[in-house]
Structures are given as structure tokens and as C-alpha cells.
């Protein structure tokens, strides 16, 4: 198994700013496997939560997707996003140490207070963090 590396950012950071240090963002597969957040009005969020959270393996997600997801949220509360070359590696993980090793890149917005990036070192992040 790889090694990692998982730093902790400020809950200033945005998570836009957290996909721009990810070079090749936009060829890596994704998918939420966490999502709590308020929404603007038109958007149903609970409805999504809903969605992401019960499913077996999370919500494939484009960066462009994510990226006008986004958009449509006043308060991103909590996310887990999930990276890698391989789709078969993005699903959920028993163990948090399993996916955090196994994925190209883990990022954890936790209970909106402060990010948690990782990297399996395939992928270097181009953002200064206090390291985990």
C-alpha cells in the first residue's frame, strides 16, 4: 500500500482554492461520499444529502460539476471527496486509513471548522498546510 501525506488547512481555505494546489485535478475521477450543507433556495439540498449519504458508493462528480455545485451553497458544512486515476479505487472504505492509502487524493471539510487534504504522493499538493 502507499504512504501519505495529510495536512490541515484553516476553515478560511476554499475549497476552490484546495482544487486549484491539485495539479491534474481536472483528470482525476471524483466522487462525494459526504455532503452537509445549506443551499440557496433553489436548490434541494437535503434531497442531495440525501442521495450522496445513503448511497453504497458515493456520487461520481466532475470538477465543472462540483464546481457549479458549489455555486448553488451558502454554507459547505461538511464534504468528503474522493480521487483517483482508477474508479475501482473510489468507493467507501471500512476503514479511513484504507481510503486515505488508497486514493490519489482524500479532502475532508470537518464539522466546519477545518479541512483535512491528503495525498498518496502520486500526486503532490501545491498548498502549505499544518501537517497530520
Known amino acids: 500500500m502507499e504512504q501519505y501525506k495529510q495536512i490541515q488547512l484553516d476553515v478560511e481555505t476554499t475549497i476552490h482554492t484546495i482544487?486549484?494546489?491539485?495539479?491534474?485535478?481536472?483528470?482525476?475521477?471524483?466522487?462525494?461520499?459526504w455532503l452537509t450543507a445549506v443551499s440557496k433556495k433553489h436548490l434541494n439540498i437535503l434531497d442531495l444529502e440525501k442521495d450522496i449519504n445513503a448511497s453504497k458508493d458515493g456520487k461520481s462528480i466532475s470538477i465543472p460539476a462540483l464546481t457549479s455545485l458549489l455555486e448553488d451553497i451558502l454554507d459547505l458544512q461538511e464534504i468528503l471527496l474522493i480521487a483517483d486515476w482508477d474508479a475501482n479505487r473510489l468507493h467507501r472504505y471500512s476503514d479511513d486509513e484504507d481510503m486515505l492509502k488508497n486514493c490519489t487524493i482524500v479532502i475532508e471539510k470537518v464539522d466546519a471548522s477545518y479541512w483535512l487534504v491528503s495525498t498518496n504522493f502520486t500526486t503532490q499538493l501545491l498548498i502549505e498546510g499544518?501537517?497530520?
Open 19 to 33: 482544487l486549484a494546489a491539485i495539479p491534474s485535478s481536472q483528470q482525476l475521477l471524483w466522487k462525494i461520499l
Open 130 to 132: 499544518k501537517n497530520c
